[in-house]
């Protein structure tokens, strides 16, 4: 009971968040070679697929950080990245949308990789391991825990 509160919690706090555009239209610039930015689209605040995927996100939150994954939450025009972040830098839901061809009042989740690639989509919700899975499958990712173990 006190996870679902949680998570309530947190979708209530991202319901008010509006992303300002960022400086230039070219989408998620600033995570580019960064992070692999997961993205949660969702038709609207309080949305049950958005609240059931932000809780298998967040108590998977150890596992997205160590990997570079940051989530982002896109609910109509508003962008709310779960860890924080400079909203000046991030595009709006609107931009979002149109880049990443998520139609308005619906649901999907889609992982970016560094290089700033579509690497997964999904139209219904998506279990962190899969994710995580996926990004340690990666050459980039292969490179970085070999560097990280030297």
Same mark, same amino acid.
């Given at each position: =009971? ?23 239209? &070219? ?17 609207r605040h309080g949305d049950k697929q =958005?609240?059931?995927?932000? &809780? ?5 939150? &150890? ?49 970016? &990789? ?23 499958? =990666?050459? =980039? ?10």
């Amino acid at each position: =009971m006190m996870k679902i509160a949680a998570i309530v919690a947190i979708a209530v706090a991202i319901a008010p968040v509006a992303s300002a555009a960022p400086s230039s239209a &070219g989408g998620l610039d600033a995570y580019r070679s960064k992070a692999r930015p997961v993205l949660v689209f969702a038709p609207r605040h309080g949305d049950k697929q =958005m609240i059931d995927q932000l &809780g298998r996100l967040t108590a998977a939150g &150890g596992e997205l950080a160590d990997r570079d994954m940051p989530v982002l939450v896109i609910t109509g025009d508003d962008v709310a990245d779960l860890a924080g972040g400079d909203p000046t830098t991030r595009p709006s839901g609107k931009q979002l949308r149109k880049l990443y061809g998520v139609a308005d009042g619906t649901f999907a989740v889609v992982l970016v &990789g560094k290089d700033g690639g579509e690497k997964f989509r999904s139209d219904s919700l998506v279990e962190p391991a899969r994710l995580t899975a996926l990004v340690d499958a =990666m050459p =980039m990712r292969q490179n970085e825990a070999r560097a990280a173990t030297k």
